[in-house]
Structure formats: C-alpha cells, structure tokens
C-alpha cells in the first residue's frame, strides 16, 4: 500500500474511532437507529482531509525544504 493510501485510510480508522461516541449516543436515542449524525458526517470528512492535507504538505516539505532536518521531518509526515 502506498504511503499516502495508508495515511488517509489510518485518518479515517482514527476518525470513526472519534465518531464511536456521537454514533453511540445517536443509536441510544433513536433505540437501535446506528445512523451516523449529520455532525459526525461532517466531521468524518473534515478528519480525513486534514489527513489528505498533511499528508499532501509533507511531501511538499520534503522535496522543497532548504533545510535537511525540515525534509527528515516531512518524511516522517508522510
């Protein structure tokens, strides 16, 4: 797996880890209706593009960087 297809789908295993709650209190109100909330939609979809992005900076960083220890860091952003 690519690193970037790895980075995105570990922000999205951490983000619905995040969800759990919101998706639990949802099912305990409606009693068994698991749907995710509009609220945890969207903060799915922000998780994951913050993931994107940092990704998408790192390599930035590391191929532009003047300085070695700013790329090192960047790779291990990425």
């Not at 009693?31 to 998408?56: I, N, P, R």
Request: proline fraction near 1%.
């Amino acid at each position: 797996m690519h690193r970037f297809e790895s980075s995105s789908f570990a922000a999205a295993i951490v983000a619905s880890l995040l969800v759990q709650p919101v998706v639990t209190q949802a099912s305990d109100r409606a009693k068994g209706d698991a749907a995710l909330s509009t609220k945890g939609k969207q903060f799915m979809m922000k998780a994951a593009q913050a993931g994107h992005a940092e990704v998408e900076t790192g390599k930035l960083a590391a191929t532009n960087a003047g300085s070695d220890d700013v790329k090192k860091f960047a790779q291990r952003m990425v």
